[in-house]
């Protein structure tokens, strides 16, 4: 039987991503017919070449960098070997792995919703497709997510670069790699790399790494990251071919150049809006042309157009996408009678050792801070991991905390007990009344809560112990 040339529903999704799927299944569930669009339904960016694959790579490092420094502990290790094929091995078959349970799940959407092909707005609520089939309908979910930057001029490098998208796929380790970038990516894999016994340097343009807020969390990170990593800031970094490799310059807060064999660009993922139709949309775009969008209802100004996920270039994280999908997906089922949606405390984790945690608002919108070091945490001592830096920002006039910044052991495990409080709107005094286990990490934020409530009227509460155990 021939296919239709036009399809007909409630709403149609554009783009099978973490964002897509969440909004496919909250408009089906909410009652709505739907058409699911992606020329290759391969999996999602964060199975393929996202966020399984890279904390594949850096679990590596971090089996290696515990052999390396086994030592300290009095462990005597002979010679350590790195077997590069089993390294990319692992990371390749255990990655395949989350991608064939991703592509199951996708295969469970019925036939009739999902449609191979390439979508572009044609119309108010129509689309066009790139094998000339049509799809009208009611609402509209843009999920398209986002693509590596890479400027022509590195582009030309060819296979010299390296970018999310391949650097996966590599069967061996470089001996020296650069990479462009101390954002996310840039950090969590010039760390590993480096880890993995890479000659890695790193280039910003800025003088900062990771966006981070607080210079005492900024100046723990840097030195930390320094210790494996050649850290250059604030440059303009050029590479040229060089051999079968490339030649970086840098000019700017300092000078040089030096010979690697690739490097990894990793300097930001814009939203990936090319080739989409917007024009024909007549949607009011910001200055990085985006569609403006409210983001507790993920609609685009009064249209029938929603966005959700990498696109809406808010919080390109995983959990923001799958958040705007089931937003996106329940409000364009709903088309016109969006309902808003509060969000969650924005929050990021980087995966370096030790990790940087970012949540909420800043020292710039606080009236208190307290800040924590680790470099003399009880538990952090005896594991050796007694390095890292803590600032918690806090409201006035009773410290409701609304933010913090950390680079600190089991910083993904702290930061997510700061995001759940801090979302909950509890009080540094509140925080303190829970209890906290001897000896743990956690207890490296006691200090940083007193500092916050001796400096706000509500004062360390009177039934907590104001001591602290050895280490604490
Ligand atoms: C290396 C790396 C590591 C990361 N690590 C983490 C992490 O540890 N934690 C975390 O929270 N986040 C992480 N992220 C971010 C996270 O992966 C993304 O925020 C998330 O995957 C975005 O999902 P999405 O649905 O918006 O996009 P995607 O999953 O990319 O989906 C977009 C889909 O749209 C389709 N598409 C594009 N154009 C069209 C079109 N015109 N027509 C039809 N279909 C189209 C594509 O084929 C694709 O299937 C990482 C990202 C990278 C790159
Ligand atoms: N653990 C995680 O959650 C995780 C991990 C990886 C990626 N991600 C997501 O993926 C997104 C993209 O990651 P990313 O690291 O590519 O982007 P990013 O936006 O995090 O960082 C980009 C960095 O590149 C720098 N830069 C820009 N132009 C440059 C140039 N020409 N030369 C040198 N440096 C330059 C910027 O100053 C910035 O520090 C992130 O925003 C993040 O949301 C998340």
Not at 2 to 8: E, L, N
Not at 198 to 223: G, N
Not at 267 to 295: E, K, Q, S, W
Request: hydrophobic content about 40%.
């Amino acid at each position: 039987m021939s296919q239709p040339r036009t399809f007909q529903c409630d709403v149609a999704i554009i783009g099978a991503g973490t964002a897509g799927l969440a909004a496919e299944r909250a408009a089906r569930g909410n009652g709505a017919s739907t058409l699911l669009i992606d020329p290759d339904f391969s999996g999602t960016t964060c199975a393929t070449v996202g966020c399984m694959p890279s904390k594949l790579l850096i679990a590596a490092a971090k089996a290696h960098h515990a052999v390396s420094r086994a030592d300290q502990f009095g462990i005597t290790v002979g010679e350590v070997g790195l077997d590069d094929a089993a390294i990319f091995g692992r990371v390749r078959a255990e990655r395949d792995r989350f991608v064939a349970l991703t592509q199951k799940s996708i295969g469970e959407i019925p036939e009739s919703v999902r449609i191979r092909a390439r979508a572009r707005l044609s119309g108010p609520g129509k689309l066009e497709l790139d094998d000339g089939r049509h799809v009208e309908a009611r609402a509209i979910v843009i999920a398209t997510g986002s693509r590596p930057a890479m400027p022509d001029a590195l582009a030309a490098l060819g296979d010299r670069v390296l970018t999310n998208e391949t650097v996966f796929e590599l069967q061996r380790l470089p001996r020296r790699l650069a990479v462009m970038g101390s954002g996310a990516i840039g950090l969590e894999m010039a760390q590993a790399f480096a880890r993995l016994g890479v000659e890695v340097a790193l280039f910003d343009t800025s003088r900062t790494m990771a966006s981070l807020r607080c210079p005492r969390v900024h100046a723990a990170l840097q030195s930390i990251i320094a210790r494996d990593v050649d850290i250059h800031l604030g440059v303009d970094a050029r590479p040229e071919p060089c051999g079968d490799g490339i030649r970086m310059h840098w000019t700017g807060a300092s000078d040089g150049e030096a010979t690697f064999d690739q490097v990894l660009v990793a300097i930001g993922r814009p939203p990936a809006l090319d080739g989409l139709g917007l024009d024909t949309a007549g949607l009011a775009l910001d200055d990085r042309g985006v569609p403006c969008h409210d983001r507790n209802t993920m609609r685009c100004g009064n249209s029938n157009v929603f966005l959700a996920g990498d696109v809406a270039g808010d919080h390109p994280l995983l959990h923001e996408a799958s958040h705007d999908g089931a937003i996106a997906g329940r409000n364009a089922a709903a088309c016109p009678a969006p309902i808003k949606v509060d969000r969650h405390v924005p929050f990021s984790i980087i995966f370096t050792d030790p990790q940087v945690v970012t949540i909420g608002q800043s020292e710039a919108d606080s009236a208190v801070s307290g800040t924590a070091d680790f470099g003399d945490q009880g538990r952090a001592r005896v594991e050796a991991r007694n390095e890292g830096a803590l600032t918690l920002y806090a409201a006035a006039p009773d410290g409701v905390l609304i933010g913090a910044d950390l680079v600190a052991p089991d910083g993904e495990h702290l930061g997510h007990l700061l995001a759940w409080a801090i979302q909950q709107k509890m009080t540094a005094t509140q925080v303190l009344q829970m209890p906290f286990y001897h000896p743990t990490i956690e207890e490296g934020l006691k200090q940083a809560l007193r500092t916050v409530c001796a400096a706000t009227p509500i004062s360390i509460p009177d039934d907590q112990d104001t001591g602290s155990p050895p280490g604490a």
